[in-house]
């Protein structure tokens, strides 16, 4: 019998905290019932008998959502839905490459839909042609500063969404 009153008395705050975490549906009468054994259980049915148990709404604090942030001009702003994150994960912004050929890698989250298409630009004008893939190769590049992005498009071929500029420099060998 004592072990049944501890386990009703851990019981009874996780039921209280779970009730008042599920809101104004489970906002109703509680009753404590103690069977003949000395179990204790909660109910919402007042037909079992038992006391009604008065639950206290717990504090709550209004979060401050920061501002979103507005895109620049002339671009698509956050990824579009079904996609979390879109990047140029590699080569990194301010990357000195030594060799004019270099892996692109864009990162896509959650995968790349079948229906949908990346395709790389190199100084603002398409370098690659669209493709369903995560992974380019730019070759030829000449030597000085670039600027690299992708673009997302959907199954029409419009664009979507657009990286953030990587800005890379092809130096001699």
């Known amino acids: ?10 019981l009874f705050p996780a039921l209280m905290v779970a009730a008042l975490a599920a809101g104004p549906a489970l906002a109703q009468t ?3 019932v103690v069977d003949e054994t000395g179990r204790v259980t909660y109910t919402d049915n007042p037909e079992r008998g038992g006391e009604a148990v008065t639950l206290t709404p717990l504090p709550s604090v209004q979060s401050a959502l920061p501002p979103a942030a507005t895109p ?3 671009r698509p702003g956050q990824p579009f839905m079904p996609y979390d994150r879109f990047v140029i994960e590699s080569p990194p912004t301010g990357a000195l490459l030594r060799d004019s050929m270099t892996p692109v890698d864009v990162r896509v989250q959650p995968p790349l839909r079948e229906d949908h298409q990346i395709r790389l630009l190199l100084n603002g004008e398409v370098s690659q042609s669209a493709l369903h ?7 030829g590049l000449a030597q000085g ?18 990286t953030e500029a990587v800005s890379i420099t092809v130096s001699a060998p």
Request: no cysteine; glycine share 8%.
């Open 1 to 10: 019998m004592q072990s049944n009153r501890f386990i009703g008395a851990l």
């Open 30 to 32: 509680v009753y404590r």
């Open 72 to 74: 620049a001009r002339g």
């Open 133 to 139: 893939s995560e992974a380019f190769w730019l070759t």
């Open 145 to 162: 500063q670039h600027r690299l992005e992708a673009e997302l498009l959907d199954a029409q071929g419009r664009v979507q969404h657009r």
